[in-house]
């Protein structure tokens, strides 16, 4: 079976990467800045993605219409990394920060685990981008069963091979922390062109009902009855506890579109939670380390304390709205198990200009 496919959104499987992102207004921004920009790039393992357009031209059918050499050695404006792609000039935004986010499929507190491929698997996997010159951030969704070069482990932790796979097994072949957290940062940075990544947070599923109640719960009209709860379209309703659990996730699987409609009240409940999120931390500037300490348990991330306490209060000057959601574009082929997804190359690599290059003029 194969469904062709648009627009194919990671969040569809898992409500968990929706409540990852009240890091976007909190935790990530005002986490590695404090570091220091070297401290950063070293972290992330380049200095710029490497878009060249010759890798591209032989993963699609048809290349796009782009330079794959640099630009002729008159043109003073020209630097190394930049990209010509048709026709256009750009210039990666080397003051943007980029964080790794993922949702396991626990619902217990965080314990690294012995055995090198029980690690839990990532079901929700965002990239957290942040960009200081229009003071934006913006979430890319991937898709768990996205296809690419995961490295493979045995159970003793020794490395096999490295094979085509889903990438939300990535996850699972470490200690279902540190070490996992850094394989998949590994792989997804390789899947975006060697895209420069800053940091990372992992948080086990047990967390959402934590993190919604920190704020007060969040308000919202129900888009549609919600499947096993009393939640009815039109209802006004102030989600608390296990209740935004279930509207982010419970859907009807005999009901045609349902995964559709799910990650419409996902994307509703995103958009509420982060304007009730910056608003309380315009007024409670604590709210960073509180968020921390509650996910703490749950929570594996290169983010400390004091660097979230220290710069908090620039969390508020960032703008985030679902015009800054994107998702991947590609095809959902059903493997002999599995879905698998495979990323539309050329859309991604159009997506990688729009949010993390600027157009430079000549």
């Given amino acids: 079976m194969k469904v062709n496919v648009k627009v194919y959104r990671a969040v569809a499987k898992t409500l968990l990467g929706i409540l990852i992102l009240i890091m976007v207004g909190i935790l990530a921004f005002v986490g590695l800045q404090i570091s220091g920009r070297s401290r950063l790039n070293r972290e992330a393992g380049s200095a710029v993605p490497e878009l060249n357009l010759s890798d591209l031209s032989d993963k699609t059918e048809e290349p796009p219409v782009g330079e794959t050499v640099p630009a002729q050695p008159e043109d003073d404006n020209w630097q190394e990394g930049d990209v010509r792609y048709q026709g256009v000039h750009y210039r990666y935004n080397e003051d943007i920060l980029t964080f790794l986010f993922l949702g396991i499929d626990k619902m217990t507190e965080v314990k690294p685990v012995k055995n090198g491929i029980d690690g839990g698997q990532s079901d929700a996997i965002f990239l957290l981008v942040l960009n200081p010159h229009s003071k934006e951030m913006s979430v890319i969704g991937i898709p768990r069963d996205t296809m ?86 039109g209802d006004t309703i102030l989600l608390k506890g296990m209740d935004a659990y279930y509207y982010l996730h419970n859907r009807d699987t005999k009901s045609p579109e349902s995964a559709g409609r799910r990650l419409e009240r996902q994307k509703q409940y995103l958009t509420a939670y982060a304007a009730v999120a910056l608003e309380a931390l315009k007024s409670d500037i604590t709210l960073p380390v509180t968020l921390y300490n509650k996910l703490s348990k749950y929570m594996v991330t290169d983010i400390s304390l004091d660097e979230i306490s220290y710069l908090a209060v620039q969390a508020a000057g960032y703008h985030f709205d679902s015009e800054n959601m994107y998702s991947l574009e590609g095809e959902v082929v059903m493997g002999d198990r599995y879905e698998e997804f495979y990323i539309d190359e050329t859309a991604l690599y159009e997506l990688i200009l729009k949010v993390f290059y600027e157009e430079v003029e000549d």
Avoid: W
């Fill in 148 to 233: 690419t070069d995961i490295d493979v482990y045995d159970k003793e932790g020794f490395f096999q091979k490295t094979a085509l796979g889903q990438l939300t097994l990535q996850h699972g072949y470490g200690d279902g922390a540190t070490v996992s957290c850094e394989r998949s940062m590994k792989a997804v940075a390789k899947l975006f062109y060697n895209l420069p990544i800053h940091g990372y947070c992992s948080v086990n599923m047990g967390a959402i009902p934590l993190l919604n109640d920190a704020v007060g719960g969040v308000e919202l009209v129900a888009l549609e009855d919600v499947i096993y709860t009393k939640i009815k379209k």
